[in-house]
């Protein structure tokens, strides 16, 4: 069994190559940023030619995404992939995927420490509209 580091690296590097072949897969043109720590993770040039960035937020337990603090309202072409993959390990079963831009992201998220998160199993703190965000591709067009 890998440590909790190790596994959430797994995790958000597993994220990272599942959002690129999506991407891919809806004709458009990602490219993966390199580095630890990092906010944006993908930049993508859409089928219309617009660039976006994505930033990949892959968990698999506890909860939430953690998301940062800081107010991203006015960043409109930064979009989030929240995957949450419930049998990680099971390479048969896809993460499940909501797909939220920035703006939208910064009125859900909620207090987490010192960051903070958008909750998925919180009955309290999870946004009850979170459905809406599910599969919701066409906010990367």
Known sequence: MMGNRK???ATGMAGEFFVMERLFRLGHEPALTLGHAKSIDIIVRTKSGRLKTVSVKAARGGGKWPVDKADI??????????LLYRKFEDVTIDPEVWVMPASHVETRKRPWFERSAIYYSS???TPQDLSQYKDAWHYIS
Do not use: A, T, Y
């Open 123 to 125: 009955k309290r703190s």
């Open 73 to 82: 309202s006015r960043n409109r072409d930064l979009i989030f992939v929240l």
């Open 7 to 9: 596994s959430g690296h």
